[in-house]
């Protein structure tokens, strides 16, 4: 039971796109979401977040999007480079900020054409 | 900061022998993650410690996988006798229970976001 879900394996953009990931989760007790990115032999490293009482949070070219009624989530990055292929992993939490587990999904590989 | 260490970065085993994974979590981090990553199954957490001590270890996958955490600096993860099914790359996590400095608890990273090792290849022959 995937309780976080991310249904397409890859995509491929074209540099100075935009680049959207998605992700869908289950549990609506989830308070806090996440995004990873992981190059091939190195592990994953921390993106962005954002809370479930926020629907927007940006930095940089990255920006995620939060829609709780739909319990989706998805990362924005514009424009798209070719150092920004790898595999990005959605992670959710629903400990409130105290101590716990990430449920992760399992990746998307992007490839950004040049 | 030096961010999560794994050591060794590439074992190779022959089946039955013992294995044993290290890390060392980023310097004041209160919880520490084992995942091991496969094609088939994607990233599991395989056992967590708040504080030294064992919370949830219901992804350790059978006996012969063991962790412990003597202290806040240092982990094992040992698998005894070794499988060829146990290759995967296994990663180790930590989380410093608190939110960055300058950051209330409910900005935008929070106490439990995990930082990454660079993980440990294993391959049992």
């Known amino acids: 039971d995937q309780q976080v879900k991310q249904n397409s394996p890859s995509l491929s953009v074209q540099e100075g796109r935009i680049s959207i990931l998605n992700c869908d989760y289950t549990?609506?007790?989830?308070?806090?979401f996440l995004w990873y990115k992981k190059y091939p032999a190195e592990g994953p490293t921390f993106l962005i977040s954002?809370?479930?009482?926020?629907d927007k949070n940006e930095d940089g070219r990255f920006t995620v999007f939060l829609n709780k009624s739909a319990k989706h989530l998805s990362l924005h990055i514009v424009p798209s480079q070719p150092g920004d292929s790898a595999v990005y992993f959605c992670?959710?939490?629903?400990?409130?900020?105290?101590?716990?587990?990430?449920?992760f999904g399992k990746g998307t590989k992007l490839s950004v054409k040049p | 900061d030096a961010g999560v260490i794994q050591s060794p970065r590439h074992e190779v085993t022959e089946m039955g022998q013992e294995v044993t994974l290290r890390c060392k979590p980023i310097?004041?981090?209160?919880?520490l993650f084992w995942y091991r990553q496969t094609m088939m199954r994607g990233l599991e957490l395989l056992i967590y410690?708040?504080?030294?001590?064992?919370?949830?270890d219901s992804g350790m996958p059978e006996d012969r996988f063991s962790a412990k955490m003597p202290n806040a600096s240092f982990s094992t993860l040992k698998i005894q006798p070794s499988e060829p099914r146990d290759s995967a790359v296994y990663f180790c996590?930590?989380?410093?229970?608190?939110?960055?400095?300058?950051?209330?608890?409910?900005?935008?990273?929070?106490?439990?976001?995990?930082?990454f090792g660079p993980g440990t290849r294993l391959t049992v022959l």
């Open positions: 549990n609506s007790m989830f308070d806090y």
């Open positions: 410690f708040n504080n030294n001590v064992p919370i949830d």
């Open positions: 310097s004041g981090h209160n919880s």
């Open positions: 954002i809370s479930s009482i926020k």
């Open positions: 996590a930590s989380s410093p229970g608190r939110p960055p400095p300058g950051q209330g608890a409910q900005g935008p990273i929070r106490a439990d976001t995990q930082y």
């Open positions: 992670a959710a939490s629903e400990y409130g900020g105290s101590q716990g587990n990430l449920i």
